[in-house]
């Protein structure tokens, strides 16, 4: 017991010498309906995103952020900044669920677009009727994925499944780097950069089906 409160002491009193440095996050102040996933982050987006900035993300310094992030707001570190400010239940602080939310949003290319498209254009495309509407716009990609899927249902072994694989991750790189382009352009282009978007959606699922790819198995593909 007394091992776990000594461990619990040096914890909190590292916590609160880092304070200093890390207040900026715990003191973080907005209504939520004002959030921006990218305003959390000030350090890999310090123009608040695309179309401002690029849509590439440097990875290794957002996770960086996020962690620095999740330490800030550390319920140990605002009751001590609380208690050592006299100003008990005053210190903001963002809670884990919504710091995740924006790390695993901003992580990922896929949700990174979607997000970007809600907030930017008002095109929800976890919405049926937003993601019907850009569907069905383009009739070759249709074709192009029931030809794939074609392709998965006749695998026979995991050398061919492999071969899928890096097919399907040249069609995920040859999407991102359109997208990339896309938010680059001006004016921008919403309509497509959703019609990519979409895209990008068909092959992530593809990536899921193959991960789960069994011989005699049928592959399928969420949409």
């Known amino acids: 017991m007394s091992f776990i409160k000594g461990a619990t002491a040096c914890f909190s009193g590292c916590m609160l010498k880092n304070a200093a440095s890390l207040s900026w996050a715990a003191r973080f102040a907005t209504k939520a309906i004002e959030l921006n996933y990218f305003s959390l982050f000030p350090q890999p987006f310090p123009q608040g995103g695309p179309p401002e900035s690029s849509f590439v993300v440097d990875n290794r310094n957002l996770k960086k952020e996020y962690r620095k992030l999740q330490a800030a707001n550390h319920p140990d570190l605002i009751n001590k900044l609380n208690k050592s400010e006299n100003e008990k239940g005053n210190t903001k602080h963002l809670s884990s669920s919504l710091i995740n939310a924006a790390y695993s949003t901003l992580n990922d290319p896929l949700k990174r677009s979607q997000y970007l498209l809600k907030t930017r254009a008002g095109i929800d495309l ?34 061919e499944a492999n071969t899928a694989r890096g097919e399907n991750n040249a069609r995920m790189k040859a999407s991102i780097d359109k997208l990339t382009t896309l938010y680059n352009k001006k004016p921008i282009n919403y309509d497509g950069i959703a019609l990519e978007t979409i895209k990008l959606k068909y092959w992530y699922n593809i990536k899921n089906a193959l991960k789960q790819w069994q011989p005699g198995q049928p592959v399928n593909l969420t949409h």
Do not use: P, R, V, W
Not at 138 to 151: A, P, R, V, Y
Not at 153 to 159: I, T, V
């Open 126 to 159: 976890t919405s049926d009727a937003d993601a019907h509407k850009y569907e069905f716009a383009d009739k070759e990609i249709l074709m192009q994925i029931l030809d794939i899927h074609e392709g998965l249902e006749n695998m026979k072994d995991d050398q």
